[in-house]
């Protein structure tokens, strides 16, 4: 899944990619904003992401886009 994280006074939002599916991600989230702190990801390579959660403005969680390469022929 792909995880993008806005962050207050920073021009550009962390994406990275999570092995984790769209519910464990929300849980994730959700608990992270409840107890304070940090939210603290993973990404598909195994490095860390942590942010202050006062700090975040959003995160969007989608899943990631499959394109297709080649060319198409209509009969």
Request: charged share 30%; proline share 4%; aromatic share 4%.
């Amino acid at each position: 899944m792909e995880v993008k994280i806005g962050v207050q006074y920073a021009p550009r939002e962390l994406v990275l990619e999570s092995k984790l599916s769209p519910k464990d991600l929300s849980e994730t989230i959700d608990q992270a904003v409840e107890n304070g702190g940090v939210l603290r990801l993973e990404d598909e390579k195994g490095r860390q992401v942590i942010v202050p959660v006062e700090k975040i403005a959003y995160v969007e969680i989608a899943a990631t886009n499959v394109r297709s390469v080649g060319f198409t022929v209509d009969a």
